[in-house]
């Protein structure tokens, strides 16, 4: 799949607002007016305290996720040496070919392009299956020990972690 993975501009964040409400709604994860869905909505706060990357084909945005590290706003479950990706979204009209795993892909490159980076971490709604079977099949694995429930409602998020292989240099 020919897809450009960058980092989001500011022309981009209607797309990305148009796009992560679709791929969530369409999804059946949420309801209109669900409170998540006004911090799904709010690209500008997200592009300011995190890194939102957007796919590209053929010069249409088609899929968003936000990326942040330990101790950053965004953060849920980022631990140190960790990149965590959140709000992963594909356009409803896009989905079912490749570009869920095409970009899950591109942030694995991203992850091994900095070197303080040794895991990807993403947190994941247990009733999110179709996303747990892409995470697991690119090599992501359930770490249990780090499932945390959202304050006040009785929602169980799942954590995934990837970790990197490194080459080691011989010394």
Do not use: C
Not at 42 to 57: D, I, L, S
Not at 108 to 134: G, K, N, Q, W, Y
């Amino acid at each position: 799949m020919n897809l450009v993975f960058r980092q989001a501009t500011p022309a981009d964040y209607s797309e990305v607002r148009r796009i992560t409400r679709e791929a969530y709604l369409h999804a059946g994860h949420f309801t209109v007016d669900h409170p998540y869905m006004s911090v799904l909505d709010n690209v500008e706060h997200r592009a300011k305290h995190a890194e939102v990357w957007v796919a590209e084909a053929s010069g249409a945005v088609v899929a968003a996720v936000t990326l942040t590290f330990a101790g950053q706003p965004y953060s849920e479950t980022a631990v140190e040496k960790e990149l965590e990706f959140r709000m992963l979204a594909v356009d409803p009209a896009a989905q079912g070919g490749g570009v869920g795993r095409a970009v899950v892909r591109r942030i694995v490159d991203h992850a091994h392009a900095i070197p303080a980076v040794r895991a990807i971490s993403i947190t994941s709604a247990t009733f999110m299956e179709r996303a747990h079977v892409l995470y697991e099949s690119l090599g992501f694995e359930r770490a249990p020990e780090r499932d945390w429930h959202v304050p006040g409602k009785d929602v169980l998020l799942w954590v995934f972690r990837l970790e990197l292989q490194r080459a080691v240099v011989p010394g």
